[in-house]
């Protein structure tokens, strides 16, 4: 065999090599995990909206849509399957995100009157308590932990948005560099935060200490939403498309798809610390019902 001939078959060799190591990461980020699914419906005279996260206890937040009024309103769902339903006085919409293992409930809600600005809040028992970010226009609140620190974003300009962490009154920024828009979606009791920051596509990622990790799923060429983790570390998420979008857990370097049978499609919206998922699951068309889920 000359040197071309011997060049030529390990090029070949190579590509093959590299061929079969990229069917294998993606028939490994295909996997399906083993899920026990319970559903539930919307309250009568709502309709789902989205299903947000789960607490220690079982205890769904998110948001329902007023059949009659077509107005957004929060709830949340103990987990006897009783609805709870809140709106923000003066609000236009009003959405719970995540809730910790002493009940307490964090979300947004918009102004109803101009010029309709976003707060942040938390609610425990009844008792609304609002965060704004100092000098933004916009302040969202997403989730908080058992230890009282909570995680969401803010914007004071309409090309500029950026995360932090609220803990012990004080605010730390979190801005992936050089990204027009940073969601910090969802925090853990050791401080782990997770969430998506935006450049020509969404990327999930991981942000502790100070320090950015970032993590999308492989077959994501829409983008990677990440919205819940939990304090073993495990986190779950949606891998975009173009017209829908699918739910995983993500473990050890691992994808496993979440899926429910006969399900168009199944989003996830949290996990809490006993491993529970909540979330969402399109049947046929526009039928959607939310679930909680155990998977291995």
């Not at 909206?49 to 709830?75: K, M, P, R, W, Y």
């Not at 529970?276 to 526009?286: H, R």
Request: aromatic share 12%; hydrophobic share 35%.
């Amino acid at each position: 065999m000359n040197t071309e001939d011997s060049m030529g078959s390990s090029r070949l060799a190579s590509a093959i090599v590299v061929t079969l190591l990229l069917l294998s990461s993606t028939m490994h980020a295909s996997q399906g995990a083993s899920c026990t699914f319970e559903t539930f419906s919307a309250p009568s005279g709502y309709t789902l909206n989205e299903v947000g996260g789960v607490s220690d206890d079982g205890t769904v937040v998110g948001q329902l849509i007023d059949n009659n009024t077509q107005a957004l309103v929060a709830f949340m769902r103990s987990p006897g399957g009783e609805f709870t339903e809140y709106a923000a006085p003066g609000a236009g919409f009003t959405w719970l995100w995540g809730r910790n293992g002493s009940g307490v409930n964090a979300g947004y809600y918009q102004d109803a009157k101009n010029p309709e600005h976003l707060h942040g809040f938390t609610l425990l028992g009844g008792k609304l308590a609002v965060v704004n970010y100092p000098k933004a226009n916009n302040t969202w609140l997403f989730d908080v932990n058992q230890l009282g620190a909570a995680v969401g974003s803010f914007s004071s300009s309409p090309s500029l948005t950026k995360g932090f962490m609220l803990a012990n009154g004080t605010y730390t920024t979190i801005a992936y560099p050089n990204s027009p828009a940073t969601f910090a979606v969802a925090v853990n009791d050791h401080g782990a935060v997770v969430g998506s920051y935006a450049t020509s596509i969404n990327n999930g990622f991981l942000w502790q200490n100070g320090v950015f990790t970032t993590i999308n799923h492989p077959l994501s060429k829409y983008g990677t939403s990440l919205n819940g983790i939990n304090n073993s570390g495990v986190i779950v998420g949606n891998r975009l498309s173009g017209d829908r979008d699918f739910a995983f857990i993500y473990e050890n370097g691992t994808f496993q798809y979440i899926v429910y049978p006969g399900g168009d499609f199944t989003l996830a919206g949290g996990i809490n610390n006993n491993g529970v998922i909540s979330g969402q699951i399109t049947l046929k068309g526009t039928n959607t019902v939310g679930y909680t889920a155990v998977c291995k």
